[in-house]
């Protein structure tokens, strides 16, 4: 462990692992409360976990329990969290200190599990979309917490880019400050989520799990902190059209807009009315999506492991 701390727990599980030298996948689970309705969540994060374990890795799903930083959730607390859905904090950077002081639950968003994974020393995190840079975020100011975390925190997170919910150029700029560096998985461009294409260039396509954890493993031998972004296009099999999707992600912001929703409630409030709006079909990518993520994750960590 990096830091010992009695906020954290880490299953037995994921500790053997560890400490046996074995590939450990970290999971989120804001996309199980907050980005999927129940009981498909459940559902997916399950999978999730059972894809991780075929490909020679072991999960390690992370969400707030109790006050704990809970690294391994067991079925029972998946289960928990899918289930009570809205109702369980999104946590982020800043929700830690009172969650973990009150004992109370939460869910971890991307920023948060990278903090979990760091403290369990699990280098490999795999979600479906980060959070980034908000459109309008030059009046709103909204920019992911998780931006930030991967400009501090030294976890590779593995990704199907962002979704253009979100103004992908100024998040990458924002990366670029930050010193992060965006990987495409044998792309030239940033998939934007739901489209293997975005129109904005990645900093360096890389074609191999084996190239990807040497370039992290340079980044951590030479203590340059920060993260890594690894973005993975969905397969082009459960691809959407651009113009039907970005045509509904509109719609969804403009409607956001009228209700005056802001703030941490904006990105759930989006991913929900995006599934609404296409009946479905976007629930469906996400979770292929976020399948495929989990493949080369859990290749990256068996390399890293080597
Ligand atoms: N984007 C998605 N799906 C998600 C999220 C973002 O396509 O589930 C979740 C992740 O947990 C991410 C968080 O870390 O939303 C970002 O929220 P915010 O923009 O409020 O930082
Ligand atoms: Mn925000």
Redesign the pocket.
């Known amino acids: 462990m990096n830091h010992l701390t009695s906020f954290l727990s880490v299953s037995p599980e994921v500790r053997d692992a560890l400490r046996t030298g074995q590939p450990v996948v970290a999971l ?1 689970s ?2 199980i409360s ?2 999927m309705p129940y009981p498909r969540n459940v559902e997916t994060a399950l999978n999730v976990e059972r894809i991780i374990r075929e490909n020679g890795a072991v999960p390690a799903t992370v969400a707030i329990i109790q006050g704990k930083i809970t690294v391994g959730c067991s079925q029972d607390q998946i289960e928990y969290l899918g289930q009570k859905g809205l109702a369980v904090t999104k946590a ?1 950077r800043r929700d830690l200190p009172v969650l973990l002081m009150r004992g109370e639950d939460g869910a971890t ?3 948060t599990t990278m903090i979990g994974a760091a403290l369990a020393d699990i280098p490999v995190f795999v ?5 980034g840079v908000h459109r309008g975020a030059e009046t709103t100011m909204d920019i ?3 931006l930030e975390e991967l400009g501090r925190t030294p976890v590779l997170v593995v990704c199907a880019g962002a ?1 253009s919910i979100l103004d992908l150029g100024l998040t990458l700029e924002y990366l670029e400050t930050k010193g992060v560096p965006v990987i495409g998985y044998g792309t030239e461009e940033l998939p934007a ?1 739901y489209t293997r294409t975005s129109g904005f260039r990645v900093d360096y396509r890389l074609d191999t799990p084996k190239e990807i954890a040497g370039a992290f493993r340079a980044l951590r031998d030479c203590d340059l902190g920060g993260g890594m972004l690894v973005t993975n296009p969905i397969p082009e099999e459960y691809a959407m059209d651009p113009a039907y999707i970005n045509g509904a992600i509109d719609e969804a912001i403009a409607e956001c807009g009228r209700l005056g929703i802001h703030g ?1 409630a ?3 409030y989006l ?1 929900d009315k995006i599934q609404k709006l296409t009946g479905g079909a976007s629930l469906e990518a996400n979770i292929q999506l976020v399948y495929n993520n989990a493949r080369l994750g859990a290749r990256i960590a068996k390399e890293l492991c080597e």
Do not use: M, R, Y
């Not at 979600?127 to 959070?131: A, E, P, R």
């Open positions: 989120e804001t996309i907050h980005g982020s968003t991307v920023a979600t479906g979309g980060i959070g992911s917490a998780d979704k989520f941490k904006t990105t759930p991913l």
